[in-house]
């Protein structure tokens, strides 16, 4: 099953106005002027443009989760990331804004393993928990995420 990642907005203003403001430098920007490393005008100038873009375009369409075969399956763009659903001991909200493969500041804390953790943000909390619940009968699951 794939639960898509919670959208907020902290993070749909941070990315599309990184999108939006490199867009804007090349239709109405003018010739730099100074000492430049790599002028936006030259071939570097649009690779770099171009893969900051792509990479920020692929992080907002494709970070999800997927929970298949026994396992949690983490997308963010191009990072991915695998934790056994038996691994995970327990699941809690929080609002962390450490860096994490989530688009929200309303992310769940899942810890797994020794001593790990991985903050993400599925879009239906309730679905997710439940749905992992399931496969790992010993998860312990914080007392706001249960209905």
């Not at 893969?51 to 369409?61: K, N, P, Y």
């Not at 309303?106 to 790990?116: A, M, P, Q, T």
């Not at 997710?128 to 496969?135: A, D, G, N, P, R």
Request: aromatic share 14%; with cysteine; glycine share 8%.
């Amino acid at each position: 099953m794939y639960f898509p990642s919670k959208k907020g907005v902290f993070y749909t203003i941070t990315i599309w106005g990184v999108v939006l403001f490199i867009v804007f430098i090349y239709v109405f920007g003018e010739e730099p002027i100074g000492f430049q490393l790599v002028s936006y005008r030259d071939p570097l100038g649009y690779v770099l443009a171009g893969l900051t873009i792509g990479v920020l375009l692929w992080i907002w369409f494709h970070t999800g989760y997927k929970v298949k075969d026994g396992c949690l399956f983490i997308h963010s763009g191009p990072l991915r990331k695998r934790i056994k659903i038996e691994d995970i001991t327990k699941i809690k909200p929080t609002k962390s804004p450490m860096s994490a493969p989530s688009l929200s500041l309303d992310k769940l804390e899942i810890f797994h393993g020794n001593y790990k953790s991985t903050l993400i943000s599925p879009q239906n909390e309730q679905k997710f928990v439940e749905v992992l619940s399931k496969e790992n009968h010993q998860l312990e699951i914080d007392c706001t995420l249960k209905k």
